[in-house]
């Protein structure tokens, strides 16, 4: 079975599981994903989110991430291997998730990889700041609008801000207003990172949607 901890500086999760829990959840974001066509550019972006999402669980299953040894008696004691993820990314991937299951035929085993994936997500919310928690709970799979051609830079740039600001439970409590400002396009943060990013794609000779950030806020987890 799935678990997730948060980290200790409240960044983010770190999610584990056996073998086959990973490769299954990794089944379920490729399936979901791959119901998207990377050359649309309304729907390129959440592709390269489910990307990154199922890269960090492949490597995880493969043993290259975290492995811990956990014991479930006196005489067993099984590897379990794990990856971390910053919160805002994890909510955002979640959400992605869920706004495209809802246009697939996914089974009752990819629907039961979604629901443990959010349920292990909300104990370690939860664990880390019940008070925080309660307002970041409702944005797991629901309330991002995260279908637009914005969203694998906005992705970015909220990873950005989050990772960079100050470690804590205050920042943590941040996180709803951080996702639902970007993601909004009535916002003036939305506004304000729109209009550089029209003047970075004008400088790179380029579309919005092709932009990425090429330096990233070192992670202290």
Not at 53 to 78: C, K, N, P, V, W
Not at 87 to 104: C, K, M, P, Q
């Amino acid at each position: 079975m799935l678990q997730a901890i948060a980290t200790k500086s409240g960044t983010g999760v770190s999610i584990f599981g056996d073998y086959a829990d990973l490769s299954s959840l990794y089944d379920t974001v490729h399936h979901i994903a791959d119901a998207l066509d990377e050359e649309n550019k309304y729907q390129r972006g959440q592709h390269m989110l489910l990307m990154n999402f199922a890269y960090e669980i492949r490597h995880a299953y493969q043993g290259t991430r975290l492995i811990q040894r956990m014991s479930f008696d006196d005489e067993q004691s099984f590897n379990y291997y794990g990856f971390q993820l910053v919160w805002t990314d994890v909510l955002i991937f979640v959400s992605v998730l869920r706004e495209n299951a809802g246009f697939l035929s996914t089974g009752r085993l990819n629907q039961a990889n979604l629901y443990l994936l959010e349920y292990v997500l909300e104990q370690a919310l939860s664990s880390y700041d019940a008070t925080g928690a309660a307002e970041i709970i409702p944005l797991l799979g629901r309330g991002l609008n995260i279908d637009g051609e914005l969203s694998f830079i906005i992705y970015q740039t909220v990873h950005v801000q989050f990772v960079g600001d100050r470690s804590g439970k205050a920042r943590f409590r941040k996180i709803p207003h951080l996702l639902r400002s970007y993601f909004s396009s009535w916002s003036p943060e939305h506004k304000q990172m729109l209009h550089s990013l029209t003047q970075s794609a004008k400088v790179h000779g380029c579309e919005i949607h092709e932009l990425e950030f090429s330096d990233f806020p070192e992670i202290k987890w």
